[in-house]
């Protein structure tokens, strides 16, 4: 998803990136060689669509290149429990889907509908990926996940020419980024473009204000539904971030323009044909949508500044990712465990970092086999979090709450988005969706 989300590096810990291997390294490809799978045809579901999903072709066809295995891919949009679950009824199950939610993981591997990766994906994992990565790939300690791809969810991008017409620098605040927004829009331009018809762009505003205002530790009991959505510190956070939203000022066609833009047409209010905004944020697969559908040169025509630091906490870094899993009901289990095999290579991470909007999580991979400078800052930036870097709260949440369209906490922030008038009302909304879920 982009979503997605998606979109999260994991609580306490870092992707320590590594230099020094080379993009393809790390030894022969345990997908085997010799066109081993050929007449098989694998079948792959995730939530990626448009540009993601043209270079996740790349990888798939790579695949096929190496072991003679045909793929077909299927974009579930962002519902992908729902729709995988009826597919699974139906009889039609994907062999492998790439999960965006750490939340629909684990309610794959309860529902009995998931395998074990293979002996060889385990140590890969073990060898190339810092161990949270693990940890968040398994349920009861059996390895369903492997963690293709990473997303860095603290960077607001923005137009240089945009900020440069304004006068005004990359700001270290979310006072002064609120200050800044203002200016932009005196010099013609809204400040921010908001993607308030995907509601997963919501929640990744809200958890980057929560995680820098309230701290890891509340985050972490928030996340875990230890603490309720009642809160003060949650009300607090929805304050803030209903200073944005209700400044018609600093969003792009105002509220209901806002509700009625996806995360693609987010992006194309700041780096399309007409730009309506200065800043637009989301993860670092912004530069993805950038580039390869608007032409901009990532570091010149678009560039980012992490997310800032709100009142007196420390500068956010949320992170997610997008775990490949095999299903019980695919109909190619052999090909699809030796496809996780070659998704946990160096090798398979190369094919998407090169073609841009995507970091890895596997170490082995090499900064230089990304396209751009930009890219290479991101990851940097992972591993300077060190610990204080979180996963994705929405999508350690059931998929219910943090995750489906249309209800839960993505319905709730909608509506919050739509009237930001009662952060406490909000609150006591987001909690009932939350323990109805969290019983569930």
């Known amino acids: 998803m982009m979503r997605r989300r998606t979109t999260l590096l994991a609580s306490c810990t870092t992707l320590a990136l590594a230099l020094g291997a080379t993009a393809c390294g ?24 448009g540009s993601e999903q043209k270079n996740f072709q790349k990888v798939l066809d790579a695949f096929t290149e190496k072991t003679g295995a045909k793929t077909q891919f299927t974009s579930t949009g962002d519902n992908v429990s729902t729709v995988v679950g009826s597919k699974i009824e139906g009889g039609n199950a994907p062999d492998v889907v790439m999960v965006p939610q750490v939340g629909v993981l684990q309610q794959f591997a309860k529902k009995g509908w998931l395998r074990p990766l293979s ?48 006068g005004v620098k990359p700001p270290t605040t979310y006072d002064a980024m609120l200050k800044a927004g203002h ?31 309230a701290g890891p530790e509340k985050y972490d009991a928030l996340a875990a539904h230890k ?4 809160d003060p510190t949650v009300v607090e956070a929805l304050t803030t971030l209903g200073k944005l939203f209700k400044d018609k000022q600093l969003i792009a066609g105002g509220q209901k323009q806002a509700l009625n833009t996806d995360f693609p047409g987010s ?12 800043m637009v944020y989301e993860g670092d697969f912004v530069a993805g949508v950038a580039k390869d559908q608007f032409g901009k040169k990532i570091g010149e025509d678009a560039d980012f500044f992490p997310f800032p630091a709100v009142g007196g906490g420390k500068a956010p870094v949320v ?34 970092a090169e073609a841009g909007g995507f970091l890895s999580p596997n170490k082995k991979l090499d900064l230089a086999a990304y396209g751009d400078d930009v890219t290479r800052e991101t990851a940097k930036s992972l591993v300077a979090a060190g610990d204080s ?46 323990a109805k879920a969290y019983q569930g």
């Open 119 to 166: 002996p060889k994906t385990e140590q890969a994992v073990d060898a190339n990926y810092a161990s949270v990565w693990k940890n968040y790939g398994s349920v009861d300690g059996t390895l369903y996940g492997l963690y293709f791809k990473a997303a860095h969810k603290s960077t607001v991008w923005y137009s240089p020419d945009a900020l440069d017409q304004a």
């Open 26 to 49: 790390g030894g022969p490809v345990s997908a085997g060689g010799g066109k081993s799978l050929s007449g098989q045809t694998i079948s792959v579901a995730g939530v990626w669509s």
């Open 183 to 213: 200016t932009v829009s005196e010099s013609g331009l809204a400040a921010f473009s908001v993607a308030g018809q995907d509601g997963w762009t919501l929640t990744d505003w809200f958890e980057n204000i929560y995680l820098s205002q």
């Open 319 to 352: 992170s997610g990712g997008d775990a490949a899993v095999v299903l019980k009901d695919g109909k190619n289990q052999k090909a699809a465990q030796q496809f996780l095999e070659y998704l946990a290579t160096p090798e398979a991470s190369a094919v998407w």
């Open 267 to 278: 992006v194309e209010k700041v780096f399309g044909p007409k730009p309506a905004a200065g």
């Open 227 to 230: 603490i309720k959505w009642t």
């Open 389 to 434: 870097v979180r996963f994705d709260m929405s999508d350690q949440a059931p998929a219910a709450f943090g995750g489906t369209k249309g209800t839960g906490e993505w319905k709730i922030l909608q509506d919050f988005l739509r009237d930001p008038s009662d952060p406490k009302a909000t609150a006591a909304a987001l909690e009932s969706a939350a």
